[in-house]
Nanobody, 129 residues
Framework: EVWLAESGGGTVQAGGSLRLSCAASGFTRDEHVIGWFRETPGKDREGVSCISSGGDSPYYENSVKGRFTISADNARNEVYLQMNSLKPEDTGVYYC??????????????????????WGQGSQVTVSS
């Protein structure tokens, strides 16, 4: 069973930056995708950015393109989400997530959250105006 431990998050003013980290362990398959989903009040969790272990191009949701960068340290099984130029609408709880056995980053980010196999504990990100 995959275990995910998140760190980072916090409160920042609009225009500021934050970095989320996700340490993963317990993979049972070499092929997997790790991503970040965001949950806001009244909405389902939605994929923000995802990255594949197989070298597929990272995927970014339109509203974060050019501002967020996802990266992976495969040797340490860690994934990071660098969030720059933050906006109040970026506020939410960010969850690290994993699906094993797929290679497309976009497939995971477009997936309904019920299709995600493993979740981190969530990290609150608050951007004040």
């Amino acid at each position: 069973e995959v275990w995910l431990a998140e760190s980072g998050g916090g409160t920042v003013q609009a225009g500021g930056s934050l970095r989320l980290s996700c340490a993963a362990s317990g993979f049972t398959r070499d092929e997997h995708v790790i991503g970040w989903f965001r949950e806001t009040p009244g909405k389902d969790r939605e994929g923000v950015s995802c990255i594949s272990s197989g070298g597929d191009s990272p995927y970014y949701e339109n509203s974060v393109k050019g501002r967020f960068t996802i990266s992976a340290d495969n040797a340490r099984n860690e994934v990071y989400l660098q969030m720059n130029s933050l906006k109040p609408e970026d506020t939410g709880v960010y969850y690290c997530a994993v699906i094993e056995g797929i290679s497309s980053a976009r497939t995971m980010c477009d997936m309904h959250p019920k299709g995600v196999e493993y979740w981190g504990q969530g990290s609150q990100v608050t951007v004040s105006s």
